[in-house]
């Protein structure tokens, strides 16, 4: 017998949601988005955000850019660091280049 339970009815418990849980959510969002077969004039079909979707009033998630890190730019490396975003700046793009393939290996 399967049991059926109301979410109201359940003790809300509050969840360590971390930035790296964060970004993961984000992320498969768009990817999910991404999935969905398009009706002729572009809306979702059967989309479990039906009515809900950020689409629309704005962009759609499936046209967002996906956020990763480490990530690497110019001669720049963005790491997240006890949850905030940190730019680490090297004097040239080689140095750059040696660290972010280090943080990549981590």
């Given at each position: 017998?399967?049991?059926?339970?109301?979410?109201?009815d359940m003790e809300l418990k509050r969840l360590d949601i971390?930035?790296?849980?964060?970004?993961?959510?984000?992320?498969?969002?768009i990817q999910f988005c991404r999935q969905q077969n398009l009706?002729?004039?572009?809306?979702?079909?059967?989309?479990?955000?039906?009515?809900?979707?950020?689409?629309?009033?704005?962009?759609?998630?499936?046209?967002?850019?996906?956020?990763?890190?480490?990530?690497?730019?110019?001669?720049?490396?963005?790491?997240?660091?006890?949850?905030?975003?940190?730019?680490?700046?090297?004097?040239?793009?080689?140095?750059a280049e040696e660290a972010f393939k280090e943080m990549m290996?981590?």
């Amino acid at each position: 017998m399967i049991e059926v339970y109301d979410i109201k009815d359940m003790e809300l418990k509050r969840l360590d949601i971390t930035p790296e849980l964060a970004i993961a959510a984000y992320n498969t969002l768009i990817q999910f988005c991404r999935q969905q077969n398009l009706t002729e004039d572009e809306a979702h079909c059967n989309c479990i955000f039906d009515g809900k979707c950020p689409a629309v009033e704005r962009e759609a998630p499936a046209d967002w850019e996906e956020v990763h890190y480490p990530k690497l730019v110019d001669n720049s490396v963005f790491c997240l660091k006890n949850g905030k975003v940190k730019q680490i700046t090297y004097g040239n793009r080689q140095e750059a280049e040696e660290a972010f393939k280090e943080m990549m290996r981590r």
